[in-house]
């Protein structure tokens, strides 16, 4: 069955640097979309940035400029690199790949950024 395994979560100062990776198996196709969401205590999840299959990204104001989403095909991984950590970029991080009609999430990755 299809499955998401996300890595690289953890404790980072404010202005540090992270990458997140999201590997996906049992897939037989490429998705058409592949993102990231987080949801903090008390808040709404929200999308991070998304890439799609033509490697056109869309991200979320918040985080314009800082974090950097690509993909890997031949891997069917998806990255999230996050530099310039803010406090306020404390969540779960949480993996999605997308076809019409069908998409996976995956378990998540906790990110904090703290001094």
């Known amino acids: 069955q299809v499955q998401l395994v996300e890595s690289g979560g953890g404790l980072v100062q404010p202005g540090g640097s992270l990458r997140l990776a999201c590997a996906a198996s049992?897939?037989?196709?490429?998705?058409?979309?592949m993102g990231w969401y987080r949801q903090a205590p008390g808040k709404q999840r929200e999308l991070v940035a998304i890439?799609?299959?033509?490697?056109?990204?869309n991200y979320a104001d918040s985080v314009k400029g800082r974090f950097t989403i690509s993909r890997d095909n031949a891997k069917n991984t998806v990255y999230l690199q996050m530099n310039s950590l803010k406090p306020d970029d404390t969540a779960d991080y949480y993996c999605?790949?997308?076809?019409?009609?069908?998409?996976?999430w995956g378990q998540g990755t906790q990110v904090t950024v703290s001094t």
């Open positions: 049992g897939i037989t196709f490429s998705p058409s979309v």
């Open positions: 890439i799609n299959n033509d490697s056109s990204t």
């Open positions: 999605n790949v997308w076809w019409p009609g069908l998409e996976y």
